[in-house]
């Protein structure tokens, strides 16, 4: 393969996990033919600055990428704005971008993947982004393909295209329209029963993502996110030095991939693959959300302090 999809990563004060992160990264077969732009976050609190200074320290002796761009933010921007704004730079220089954030493993041929991937749906519009996390959603023996679509992205090692990336309004100027339509609702709660709950919060100022305006985005213009069966990621953000991933992590726990092909077979059509669709829904569902609720607050109690 040729001009490598450039990688970000987006990191802030946990240097074990980010080590673990890079390690993982770097062995990827097409590491070292791929640019790697870090953005670190500036500290909330003195208490953080100590921790992000070991953080930035190791940064500096980083090797294995074909180049590697370490932009440090001196105040505290929070994720969303660091993501937003860190994304729209880079895609003033590529087309693509691969994106990463600190407590996320990936296997050896993640990059190849996402490459390959973005490659072959860069001109089918409908297709919104590439997720390389999947959920353990057990494989569809109807479907013989290594992948397929949902109509919601994950934020879990994604990638996408400046034409999707650019044209998402940020703002979402046209929230109170969709507020009091029930049927738009009704129908962006068929990506997950979470999504209106979430959308709401960040308009009310309750909550600061840029994954729920990015699924918002993507549910108007009605794309759909390419997933690979057996996950190329796992998240080892669930601790208590994590900021936006907490509680148990079992309904996350992956079908990771352990053939590690470089061969990827894909959907026939671009369109939902029900099946998948309808597991992701139950694992994303009300039930479920209580079930992990009710996990949570036994591994709260029971932990060992």
């Known amino acids: ?19 673990k992160t890079i390690e993982a990264l770097s062995a990827n077969e097409l590491a070292d033919q791929s640019d790697l732009y870090i953005f670190s976050d500036g500290p909330k609190t003195e208490k953080d600055a100590a921790a992000i200074q070991k953080v930035r320290a190791y940064l500096k002796t980083l090797q294995g990428f074909k180049n590697i761009n370490i932009k440090a933010s001196e105040g505290n921007k929070g994720l969303a704005k660091s993501i937003i704004s860190g994304v729209s730079e880079v895609m003033k220089l590529s087309d693509k971008v691969i994106v990463m954030e600190d407590d996320l493993l990936t296997t050896s041929n993640f990059l190849t993947f996402m490459n390959k991937a973005l490659t072959k749906y860069e001109n089918e519009e409908k297709v919104f982004s590439v997720s390389g996390y999947s959920m353990n959603l057990n494989q569809d023996v109807n ?41 738009k609702k009704s129908e962006f709660a068929m990506g997950g029963s979470d999504l209106n709950k979430m959308l709401r919060n960040q308009m009310e100022g309750a909550l600061d993502s840029w ?17 690979p069966v057996y996950s190329k990621v796992y998240n080892n953000g669930f601790d208590q030095l994590a900021t936006h991933t907490t509680g148990s992590n079992n309904r996350y726990l992956p079908l ?17 693959s029900q099946n998948y669709q309808k597991a992701f829904l139950k694992n994303m569902g009300v039930k479920a959300r209580i079930r992990s609720k009710v996990e949570t607050i036994f591994q709260s109690k029971f932990s060992i302090k």
Do not use: C
């Open 1 to 19: 393969m040729k001009n490598m999809v450039p990688i970000l990563l987006f990191t802030y004060k946990r240097l074990d996990a980010l080590k």
């Open 143 to 183: 479907n013989t393909s290594e992948t397929y679509f949902l109509n919601r992205g994950w934020s879990w090692g994604w990638a996408t295209w400046k034409s999707r990336w650019d044209d998402v309004d940020w703002e979402m100027k046209d929230y109170d329209i969709f507020k009091n339509d029930k049927r």
């Open 211 to 227: 994954a729920i305006r990015w699924f918002y985005h993507q549910f108007k213009v009605s794309g759909l996110t390419l997933y």
């Open 256 to 272: 990771l991939d352990k053939d590690l092909s470089n061969e990827i077979s894909y959907p026939k059509t671009i369109e939902i």
